[in-house]
């Protein structure tokens, strides 16, 4: 069930998203839609002091999600999109190398994913970009997007060693 929730979620927020338009897809997959579940599949499984700094963890991911994003808009206004991808994927690498080695409290994590949000909502606001026009995705999109995000589960899962999170001191 656990690597078939995330792929699920990615799936229903993608059609949420051709439906009501790329504004929700965005805020859906945002919040805890995905990894509100997995949260609670980690408490279940591993109890409250796992699950409260999984939580944390994952809600000072947000930072370079926000980052990606700034990076990747920027960088596409002037570069390729491969060349966009490189630097935004190279500034998630540096932030996340980063951040595996502060330990931050919860409320500091929700402090700094609302500033990283805030700050990316009003860089993005500033750039002059139309919006693309509407195009049908090819057919194997759902169905790539579920596989990668099923990959990318299992081999969190099947790879990962206890997560720095798990410390109980």
């Not at 990668?148 to 589960?153: P, V």
Request: glycine content about 8%.
């Amino acid at each position: 069930m656990k690597l078939l929730l995330a792929p699920g979620l990615v799936v229903a927020s993608s059609l949420a998203g051709r439906r009501w338009g790329p504004r929700l897809a965005g805020i859906l997959v945002t919040l805890p839609v995905v990894a509100g579940p997995i949260l609670l599949i980690v408490f279940l499984e591993h109890g409250a002091a796992f699950a409260g700094r999984a939580a944390a963890a994952a809600t000072l991911g947000v930072v370079p999600l926000a980052l990606y994003v700034v990076v990747f808009a920027r960088a596409s206004s002037r570069f390729g999109w491969a060349a966009s991808l490189l630097m935004s994927w190279l500034s998630v690498v540096v932030a996340d190398l980063v951040l595996v080695w502060v330990d931050v409290p919860a409320g500091i994590a929700l402090a700094l994913a609302v500033l990283a949000l805030a700050g990316a909502n009003r860089v993005l606001r500033r750039m002059d970009v139309s919006p693309p026009p509407r195009s049908v995705p090819p057919w194997w999109d759902l169905p790539a997007r579920a596989a990668a995000t099923g990959a990318d589960k299992a081999r969190a899962v099947r790879h990962s060693p206890t997560p720095r999170f798990a410390r109980t001191n």
